[in-house]
């Protein structure tokens, strides 16, 4: 079993940056497709973006692309979240998330899920 803990959020000016770590517990992180998700306050929760147990395939949302890049480091247990040219509509909690081997972009579709972190775009 897999847990999960996010960092890295803040408050940020509008054109700003972060980047956001989700740390794995546990010995499998490697079989394990990660995604990021936000839910901003009154919203639904919305997909980010995700990337293979493997790395190298990702995928992005339209209104995060080109703007932010998801990647991993397995020997690290850890599947970051680089938010640069960050808007104000970005304001949300971000959310990791894990399930077996394929990334996807549906929420339902992951097993495990960190606790989030809060980022707040100042206009």
């Known amino acids: 079993q897999v847990q999960l803990v996010e960092s890295g959020g803040g408050l940020v000016q509008a054109g700003g940056s972060l980047t956001l770590s989700c740390a794995a517990s546990g010995r499998t992180f490697s079989n394990y497709a990660m995604g990021w998700f936000r839910q901003a306050p009154g919203k639904e929760r919305e997909f980010v973006a995700a990337?293979?147990?493997?790395?190298?395939?990702?995928y992005d949302a339209d209104s995060v692309k080109g703007r932010f890049t998801i990647s991993r480091d397995n020997a690290k247990n850890t599947v970051y979240l680089q938010m640069d040219s960050l808007k104000p509509e970005d304001t949300a909690v971000y959310y990791c998330?894990?399930?077996?081997?394929?990334?996807?972009?549906?929420?339902?579709?992951?097993?495990?899920w960190g606790q989030g972190t809060q980022v707040t775009v100042s206009s």
């Open positions: 990337i293979h147990s493997g790395g190298g395939t990702t």
């Open positions: 998330a894990a399930r077996r081997y394929v990334a996807t972009r549906n929420e339902y579709e992951y097993d495990l």
